[in-house]
């Protein structure tokens, strides 16, 4: 079966730094670019970073870039999200996200998120 299973949110103080881990099985990791994204209560989803199939173009949204860095490593089929940084408007559940590099109409994944909680 397919999975994505995030880990390493926890709780951190402002400034702080975690992170993150995805381990994803069950399908061709190579192929598919990687995607964080997350959120918060009462707020839409919003994409935090991007990680492409081929070549490993990454792409930050504007709230996280120069703080957060995407990478991934094929041979062990995770993808990582190193927050550092970190405000307490980072708070929000992570999720990882898979979608095919390309080829079209692919099944896209999602794992069940981890929390990130940025408190004093």
């Known amino acids: 079966q397919v999975q994505l299973v995030e880990s390493g949110g926890g709780l951190v103080q402002p400034g702080g730094s975690l992170r993150l881990s995805c381990a994803a099985s069950?399908?061709?990791?190579?192929?598919?670019?990687m995607r964080w994204h997350r959120q918060a209560p009462g707020k839409e989803r919003e994409l935090v970073a991007t990680?492409?199939?081929?070549?490993?173009?990454?792409l930050y949204a504007d709230s996280v870039k120069g703080r957060f860095t995407i990478s991934r490593d094929n041979a062990e089929n995770t993808v990582y999200l190193q927050m550092n940084s970190l405000k307490p408007e980072d708070t929000a559940v992570y999720y990882c996200?898979?979608?095919?590099?390309?080829?079209?109409?692919?099944?896209?994944?999602w794992g069940q998120g981890t929390q990130v909680t940025v408190s004093s």
């Open positions: 069950g399908f061709t990791f190579r192929r598919y670019t």
């Open positions: 990680i492409t199939s081929v070549g490993g173009t990454t």
């Open positions: 996200n898979a979608v095919h590099g390309y080829e079209a109409g692919r099944t896209p994944y």
